[in-house]
């Protein structure tokens, strides 16, 4: 079953044609970074603006990569949720003309179930039950994923995203956004020791995270600097940072993963690319006997393709949108569960 995939939740205007939720025949992705960069994070009005002089090109681009027209797609799959609301807007509204005229099925897909899902795409085997970290721009989560369209989240920021975190501090240290990638790349050249950063202690939910603390404590360090007229290098500031980051983010999965038993770790969202972040989760599953799933670097950030790949198993368990579907700035993944 071929499905064009449709995804502009965020800053990316992107199009994909994925094969039976596996196979990848097409991928095209429009990034707005740029002008975006020039603000220092994305402006919605803009990002709206842009999605709708980029999406005719894109479906067109994705369709002529897999060689396809129109009239050999099975479906149409389109993200309608979680995600800025204009941005959103242009992609379902786009899907759903698509859909009217072309007698297609419309399958809404969660875009972070989306995010999941890049990683059947990247590792062909790979079937729920099991246990997953989120971590994008905009959320972080660990989430039993117990079906291809069934979810638990047990645990969830109390505050800022991972990605959210990497960006601030990135800000601050002088680097363009989106920041996570310019870390990473910084990190490489430091000392993950040079600084000692807090890491949050939770009460109440022990999967619960928080970055604001970490971010305010490099934030402070930067300022503080600045106003002594000491220069910080900030190549050990970024190693410091990420390896706090990596550190919390594998603490809180290590005990998710000792409570609930799952021995299949899956890692998905933009900050999955994240070297340092990679490394640690490939200690941690070691150190756990279990198996661990990372996406392709290619398939971290947003794409299409994972939209195309889950919204083929939403397809398969019955789930389908018609005129009247709307798009949600905020939606939970177990509100969604089937
Ligand atoms: O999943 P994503 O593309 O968009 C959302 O759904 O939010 O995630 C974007 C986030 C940004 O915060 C970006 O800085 C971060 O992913 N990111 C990284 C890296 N590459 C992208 N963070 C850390 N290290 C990276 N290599
Ligand atoms: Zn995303």
Known sequence: MKILAIESSCDETAAAVVEDGRTVLSNIVASQIEEHKLYGGVVPEIASRRHIESICGVVNGALEEA???????????????????????????????????TEKPLIPVHHIAGHIAANYISHPDLKPPFLCLVVSGGHSHIVEVKSFTSYRVIGRTRDDAAGECFDKVARVLGFPYPGGKYIDDCAKLGSKTAYKFPKPKMTGCEYDFSFSGLKTAVINLVHNAEQRGEELKREDVAASFQKTVADILGEKLSLAAKATGYRDIVVAGGVSANSGIRSKMKKICDSLGARLYLPELKYCGDNAAMIGAQGYFDFLAGRRADESLNAAATLSLEDISL
């Open 67 to 101: 060689g396809l027209a129109f009239g050999e797609i099975d479906a149409i799959a389109v993200t309608y949720a979680p995600g800025l609301i204009g941005a959103l807007l242009v992609g379902v509204s786009y899907a759903k003309g698509l859909a009217m005229i």
